[in-house]
């Protein structure tokens, strides 16, 4: 039997390599809890200014959004989520997997992350990165299209999102952009 002294000795020295110790993975979510009353507001605020932007922007095909009027669950969401729908949401890049690579490739404030709800702003591409290995029909059916990005909208200032969106989609613009015959 390991006393209990000589059981944290060896947590220390030797971590498990694939788990969290979870006093600590306690701790840090006790931690985000007691703020979050803090930071939603601001969140749904973000996320709000950007789909105001990406909705209008010419290099964007569509943008799903519960608070968009044009969204099908807008209704409910208003009536279920009265503070805002969150600051999680995807957008369709118009020019598709290319474009898409190009948009990732060219931000510089969001972080290329799969996770979702952290304090700084991320994005992901699934055509390129996660279902990378699916042809344009598998991702099809798994209902995931080659545009499809997934934005988390995190505490930076909303107009240097917009900016960094706005260059980004730019140069992923005329990377889509057919190329003239040599």
Same mark, same amino acid.
């Given at each position: 039997a390991v006393a209990s002294g000589q059981f944290f000795f060896l947590m220390i020295r030797r971590p498990p390599r694939s788990t969290l110790f979870p006093y600590t993975t306690l701790f840090r979510s006790l931690q985000g809890v007691e703020t979050l009353h803090l930071r939603m507001p601001r969140h749904v605020e973000n996320a709000r200014k950007v789909v105001a932007f990406l909705d209008q922007a010419a290099e964007v095909d569509w943008v799903s959004y519960p608070d968009l009027p044009d969204h099908p669950d807008h209704a409910r969401a208003k009536r279920l989520l009265p503070r805002g729908a969150g600051s999680v949401f995807s957008f369709g890049i118009r020019g598709g997997r290319a474009a898409g690579r190009v948009l990732i490739e060219r931000l510089g404030l969001f972080s290329h992350l799969a996770n979702v709800g952290d304090a700084k702003s991320l994005v992901i591409h699934p055509a390129s990165t996660t279902h990378q290995q699916m042809d344009a029909a598998a $991702? @099809? &059916? &798994? *209902? /995931? *299209? @080659? @545009? $499809? /990005?997934?934005?988390?909208?995190g505490l930076e200032d909303p107009e240097d999102l917009i900016d960094d969106l706005r260059q980004a989609l730019k140069a992923a613009g005329r990377a889509a952009l057919p190329r003239a015959a040599e």
């Open positions: $991702l @099809e &059916a &798994a *209902g /995931v *299209g @080659e @545009e $499809l /990005v997934r934005l988390s909208v």
